[in-house]
Every structure is written in structure tokens, then in C-alpha cells.
Nanobody, 125 residues
Framework: QLQLVESGGGLVRPGGSLRLSCAAS????????IGWFRQAPGKEREGVSC????????NYADSVRGRFTISRDNAKNTVYLQMNSLKPEDTAVYYC??????????????????WGKGTLVTVSS
């Protein structure tokens, strides 16, 4: 069974950077598309960025495009989210998910095989 564990969250000042990692175990991650999602207090979960199983396709939410970069290292069974120029509105719990088929193109969290438990990112001065 595929298990996902996120790490790398923390407190950062506006304009700062963080790199989130999502380590997979129990199953090869390259079978799946992958995605990063976030949920801020009192708000619904939103898709941040998703990527195809091969890594050839990726998409970003408008709010993070140009600031965040998704990547994957299938040899390490790990997914990353590099977050630059962070803003207070990026504060949220960030989750990674393994996505079946072409559902990464929607990047809405539906048709997910597994979810991690999340890592908290707080952007504040």
C-alpha cells in the first residue's frame, strides 16, 4: 500500500522560500501522477500544482504560477514543491497525493490513490 509523508513545512517570512518533500513508500510512485494541495483555515482544499507520472506534464494554480515549482525524483520515490516569494496567503496545510490516470490534469484531488497527512506552512512576519 502506498504511503506518503510530507516534510519541510515551517514558519517563514514573506518573500522567503521553503521546499516541501513528499516521500513515498510501499509502491513505486512513478505509477501515479502526483499533486500538491493546500487547505487554509476556514477554506476549502485547493490544488496547488500537479504533475504527470512521467513528469512531462505539469500545471499550477494561478495564485502560485511563477513562484512554485513541482518536481519528482522517481528514483528516490519523492516529490518536491519548491516555494519561492512566499506570501501570507500561502499559509496553509500542504498535502501531497498520488493521482490515478489523467486526473493530474484536473488537479482537484479527485481520483487520488493516497494522501499524506500534511505539513503546515506559515508565512508571517
Amino acid at each position: 500500500q502506498l504511503q506518503l509523508v510530507e516534510s519541510g513545512g515551517g514558519l517563514v517570512r514573506p518573500g522567503g522560500s521553503l521546499r516541501l518533500s513528499c516521500a513515498a513508500s510501499g509502491f513505486p510512485l512513478d505509477y501515479f501522477g502526483i499533486g500538491w494541495f493546500r487547505q487554509a483555515p476556514g477554506k476549502e482544499r485547493e490544488g496547488v500544482s500537479c504533475m504527470s507520472s512521467s513528469g512531462d506534464g505539469r500545471n499550477y494554480a494561478d495564485s502560485v504560477r511563477g513562484r512554485f515549482t513541482i518536481s519528482r525524483d522517481n528514483a528516490k520515490n519523492t516529490v518536491y514543491l519548491q516555494m519561492n516569494s512566499l506570501k501570507p496567503e500561502d499559509t496553509a496545510v500542504y498535502y501531497c497525493a498520488a493521482l490515478y490516470g489523467s486526473s493530474w490534469t484536473r488537479c482537484d484531488g479527485t481520483d487520488a490513490g493516497s494522501w499524506g497527512k500534511g505539513t503546515l506552512v506559515t508565512v508571517s512576519s
